[in-house]
T-cell receptor
Framework: DGGITQSPKYLFRKEGQNVTLSCEQNLNHDAMYWYRQDPGQGLRLIYYSQIVNDFQKGDIAEGYSVSREKKESFPLTVTSAQKNPTAFYLC?????????????FGSGTRLTVV | AQKITQTQPGMFVQEKEAVTLDCTYDTSDPSYGLFWYKQPSSGEMIFLIYQGSYDQQNATEGRYSLNFQKARKSANLVISASQLGDSAMYFCAIDNNAGNMLTFGGGTRLMVKP
């Protein structure tokens, strides 16, 4: 079945560590996105990529980095520069451009700083 | 830039009754799409319904319908015959003119009472 796989489901990070969240899709979608969700809040865009080897900053890119070396993969690294990384991270994908179905989302990664 | 406002942080509805979740938006784009997503406690985002800014008729999908009032910039979600499984967070979202970026509101938590 086609879909988006995020791993791990839960992730614990020590202060000062970089961690990488995985996002893989087999939907043949061109565009991929990373969102952050804090408890009781909406989703905020971190980074997005419309094509391979290209990506743009969203509204809250500071402290995060991404790469898009393959169409299927869009990993997110939470760096030590991100001062408050504890949140729920959602990856999404789409064909790019407007779609009646919006985005397809993964099941999320819950990151906690310990 | 797009903005979505959901003014109801939480709502209760009796099982089998209808409920309306409010959404107002602000955009300077001449063409845009409006989306509603459901987020159960498990965290995944489930697409519910889409309305294009030039669509003449209100969108419907099963028990979901969208009350689109373009002049008022509102896109309220109506859920008919509420079920216990409808208890979740509901997010309204708008895309930009190119259809390549979704902006989400803060969400409404719906609780269905038996």
């Amino acid at each position: 079945d086609g879909g988006i796989t995020q791993s791990p489901k839960y992730l614990f990070r020590k202060e000062g560590q970089n961690v990488t969240l995985s996002c893989e899709q087999n939907l043949n979608h061109d565009a991929m996105y990373w969102y952050r969700q804090d408890p009781g809040q909406g989703l905020r865009l971190i980074y997005y990529s419309q094509i391979v080897n290209d990506f743009q900053k969203g509204d809250i890119a500071e402290g995060y980095s991404v790469s898009r070396e393959k169409k299927e993969s869009f990993p997110l690294t939470v760096t030590s520069a991100q001062k408050n990384p504890t949140a729920f991270y959602l990856c999404a994908s789409s064909f790019g451009g407007r779609s009646n179905y919006g985005y397809t989302f993964g099941s999320g990664t819950r990151l906690t700083v310990v | 830039a797009q903005k979505i406002t959901q003014t109801q942080p939480g709502m209760f509805v009796q099982e089998k009754e209808a409920v309306t979740l409010d959404c107002t938006y602000d955009t300077s784009d001449p063409s845009y799409g409006l989306f509603w997503y459901k987020q159960p406690s498990s965290g995944e985002m489930i697409f519910l319904i889409y309305q294009g800014s030039y669509d003449q008729q209100n969108a419907t999908e099963g028990r979901y319908s969208l009350n689109f009032q373009k002049a008022r910039k509102s896109a309220n979600l109506v859920i008919s015959a509420s079920q216990l499984g409808d208890s979740a967070m509901y997010f309204c979202a708008i895309d930009n003119n190119a259809g390549n970026m979704l902006t989400f509101g803060g969400g409404t938590r719906l609780m269905v009472k038996p």
